[in-house]
């Protein structure tokens, strides 16, 4: 034991580490079951670190309020600053939303500064601890209930002698045991009936969204699977996580056998070599090697293919790369992260709607409107009667259409200059894994196919899967910029965070398939079934050139080339 690990111990020294993550990184802790899974991020905008683009937005900002160009900012221009909250709406839903602010926070960012000495610098680093910073979490909530409900209906039907799995016997029946749930008789299985009013009650409490500050203080109510390292109160939030989810004997400390982390892991942040890890040593963990490290480099390049990349980690030889995400198996769970592709694009409707408040409040054509212009014509010009006093940038109460042009460029900007994570998860997913098209209904197709998207989970009971088998869904969506109203969506790898809503029927056979074959596809899945098909037995072994007892488009186009021939 070396001298600085005795000091640390006896209290003289602190053991909490977890030093500030880089610019461009963003360390996450996922809480699996059995132990904590570490993540680092990398995530460059334009080649640059995410933390660069929200550093120079404020720094415009900054100089927005700025209005002498003294370099500081005075009362009256502190007074317009806007409280981190509004300033956090204003990120996520742009410039209709009142921005004023200035109050309690006003007196937290001066410090012990006088009034007018307020640098950028102090500007900055009010606002990066805050909702408003350059990392916004957003999480979901899922109505476990109602999803536990419909994958235990689906697999009960699927387990046709009720023994508790479902074997490759069974799995080979599916479209005749699920049949019974076919209460419209079209030949696809839609979450409604397997689960009778599920669309009607999976909405209560699920896809909310909650913005969480990833650098605030400890909450020990957070029911959420991940946690950001982020801020300086990480050892405190860190250590309680740790403790609530893993301290089994609830002492105070973890044990190699609570950590489940390994005996290198481990022994790193014992720091005191006493085979236990108190609140004060956990905090290390954070500072040795990652499980998973991931790369997302967001362009705004309008060909861009934004994609999550493993570049490092334990846990990367095992993933698997879906679509532009990307998927890892963690013990019993299954952990997606999903890149969701820029949403920051100028909003021009935003635009359109001002400057038609604008002239209509300027009803003598001067270039400018004042205070009293506007409330004339209240009802038509609200949303910038709200954003008078700022957009009167020079502050005369003269706001011209130069000064509105500007202030708007400054608000669009606000979108494009933070990351925003959201974090979720949903009960087993057995009707997602199944779900291939992500609709929301099983189709004939994808029932021919259930062994072989299950036999991946089989456990210790190899002749079948049992319910327990189906990993539990957890997904992180990582996006540049304002976080979507529609929470998470569909991510790759058949993560459905929402309740699965079934989507609008579409024809789903090739365009460029035969007439007959579209006209008998009643139930638009892209196949014909023999109780669609219109023909004879013998022509539809004819065409059914695979035997799977399906007739598809290409299978109908191949036939149809055929019968042309002379």
């Known amino acids: 034991m070396n001298w600085l690990n005795v000091l640390a111990v006896a209290g003289w020294l602190p053991v909490a580490s977890a030093a500030p993550p880089a610019d461009d990184t963003v360390n996450l802790v996922f809480f699996a079951p059995d132990r904590p899974i570490f993540l680092r991020l990398q995530v460059l905008i334009n080649d640059r670190p995410f933390v660069a683009a929200w550093t120079a937005h404020m720094a415009r900002l900054f100089d927005y309020l700025d209005t002498d160009a003294d370099g500081v900012l005075s009362r009256p221009e502190l007074r317009r600053s806007p409280e981190p909250d509004a300033l956090r709406r ?5 410039p209709t939303t ?64 009720g023994d508790g799995k479902v074997t490759e016997t069974e799995a080979a029946r599916a479209f005749v045991s699920l049949k019974k749930a076919d209460l419209d008789d079209d030949d696809l299985i839609g979450v409604s009936e397997v689960v009778p009013g599920y669309l009607a009650n999976s909405g209560r409490g699920a896809g909310a969204m909650m913005f969480a500050n990833p650098y605030g203080p400890p909450t ?21 996580q740790l403790l609530r989810r893993y301290d089994r004997n609830r002492d105070g400390k973890l044990s190699p056998e609570e950590a489940a982390l390994g005996d290198v892991a481990f022994a790193r942040a014992d720091a005191d070599g006493d085979g236990i890890l108190n609140d004060r040593e956990m ?29 490092g980690g334990p846990l990367a030889k095992g993933s698997d790369h879906r679509d532009n995400g990307l998927v890892v198996r963690v013990g019993p769970s299954v952990l997606t992260l999903v890149p969701r592709d820029r949403t920051t694009r100028p909003n021009t409707s935003i635009r359109q709607l001002l400057l038609e408040q604008f002239r209509v409040g300027d009803t003598q054509k001067r270039g400018f409107v004042t205070r009293e212009d ?47 994570i959201q974090f979720s998860s949903r009960a087993q997913g057995l009707f997602d894994i199944l779900d291939a098209e992500r609709d929301g209904r099983l189709t004939q197709r994808e029932l021919l196919h259930v062994w072989s998207r299950l036999a991946a989970y089989r456990g210790t009971e190899t002749s ?58 009643r139930n638009s899945d892209g196949d014909l079934s023999p109780r669609e098909f219109l023909g004879t037995a013998e022509d539809f072994r004819r065409l059914d050139t695979d035997g799977d007892g399906l007739i598809s488009a290409e299978e109908a186009k191949k036939g149809d080339r055929a019968a042309r021939k002379p």
């Open 90 to 94: 204003q990120m996520n839903f742009g």
């Open 98 to 161: 009142l921005f004023l602010g200035g109050r309690v926070w006003m007196d937290e960012m001066v410090g012990d500064k006088s009034i007018g000495e307020v640098t950028f610098e102090d500007f900055a680093k009010f606002y990066r601890p805050t909702v408003a910073g350059p990392i916004q979490i957003a999480v979901t909530s899922d109505n476990a209930a109602m999803g536990e409900k419909l994958d235990e209906a689906l697999f009960r039907l699927l387990d046709a002698d």
């Open 220 to 240: 020990e109510e957070s029911e959420s699977p991940f946690f950001v390292a982020a801020g300086s109160s990480v050892p405190e939030r860190f250590a309680r």
């Open 283 to 311: 905090p290390r963990l954070l500072d040795g090697p990652s499980d998973l490290e991931c790369a997302i480099r967001f362009s705004s390049a309008p060909d861009a293919n934004v994609r999550v990349t493993a570049t």
């Open 374 to 420: 506007l409330s004339k014509q209240q009802f038509r010009t609200q949303q910038l009667l709200i954003q008078f006093a700022l957009a009167d940038r020079n502050g005369d109460g003269q706001m011209t259409l130069t000064e509105l042009n500007e202030y708007i460029d400054l608000q669009t900007g606000l979108a494009s200059c933070f990351v925003a």
């Open 464 to 521: 079948g899967v049992r319910r327990s088998d189906i990993p539990r869904q957890f997904g992180v969506s990582v996006g540049w910029g304002s976080v979507p109203i529609d929470p998470f969506g569909v991510g790759p790898g058949g993560l459905n965070i929402r309740p699965i809503v079934p989507a609008p029927l579409t024809p789903r056979g090739a365009a460029d398939a035969p007439l007959w074959f579209r006209k008998m596809d």
